[in-house]
T-cell receptor, first 113, second 112 residues
Framework: DAKTTQPPSMDCAEGRAANLPCNHS???????VYWYRQIHSQGPQYIIH???NNETNEMASLIITEDRKSSTLILPHATLRDTAVYYC??????????????FGKGTKLTVNP | DAGITQSPRHKVTETGTPVTLRCHQT?????MYWYRQDPGHGLRLIHY???????DKGEVSDGYSVSRSKTEDFLLTLESATSSQTSVYFC???????????FGPGTRLTVL
């Protein structure tokens, strides 16, 4: 099962881009990279996911390296409300065919005024 | 939160008592999941459901049972609560396994 490695914490200035790295060197060809975040005491919030190509939505951009061994989540203009723990996840299959999410420790992003 | 509610939001109970947590969705998603979150462990899957009356175990299912008698409700039962089951419990839903999961607000359970 592919695992992910993220820095435990990062800081970013409000209004600047926040670039959160994730290493997933053992990812297999058909596994997607997902990003979630969790703001204090709330349920995890889906941000974005991708397989090979870079992806962008209203919340963030996801850059996946060509060898797929790492990725970067980009919040283009971080706000104080983006302070949260960010999880990089690789999808795993359970026996029943449903894919569970394995959440690691994530990166605690603090956006400073 | 994608039309997902959990009840109760907070509960304190005593060791040995049965507890049932409810997850309710208005999205008509087929898949539903129960996770628990503890410091140092992240989120761990307890049970999941892939349809009405279709459920399966996750990685930490001991001491828990689930039921899904209709699409919108997924119940998690602790038959005899123990202090080790003190945790925050999250429900999640998805249309299909390959699509994102959306989480509810959580239930904070304390077993004394």
């Amino acid at each position: 099962d592919a695992k992910t490695t993220q820095p435990p914490s990062m800081d970013c200035a409000e209004g600047r881009a926040a670039n959160l790295p994730c290493n997933h060197s053992t990812i297999s060809g058909n596994e997607y990279v997902y990003w979630y975040r969790q703001i204090h005491s709330q349920g995890p919030q889906y941000i974005i996911h991708g397989l090979k190509n870079n992806e962008t939505n209203e919340m963030a951009s996801l850059i996946i390296t060509e060898d797929r061994k790492s990725s970067t989540l980009i919040l283009p203009h971080a706000t104080l409300r983006d302070t949260a723990v960010y999880y990089c996840i690789v999808r795993l299959k359970t026996q029943g065919g449903s894919e569970k999410l394995v959440f690691g420790k994530g990166t605690k992003l603090t956006v400073n005024p | 939160d994608a039309g997902i509610t959990q009840s109760p939001r907070h509960k304190v109970t005593e060791t040995g008592t049965p507890v049932t947590l409810r997850c309710h969705q208005t999205e008509n998603h087929r898949y539903m999941y129960w996770y628990r979150q503890d410091p140092g462990h992240g989120l761990r899957l307890i049970h999941y459901s892939y349809g009405v009356k279709d459920t399966d175990k996750g990685e930490v299912s001991d001491g828990y049972s689930v039921s899904r008698s209709k699409t919108e409700d997924f119940l998690l039962t602790l038959e005899s609560a123990t202090s080790s089951q003190t945790s925050v419990y999250f429900c999640a839903i998805s249309v299909e396994p390959s699509l994102p999961q959306y989480f509810g607000p959580g239930t904070r359970l304390t077993v004394l």
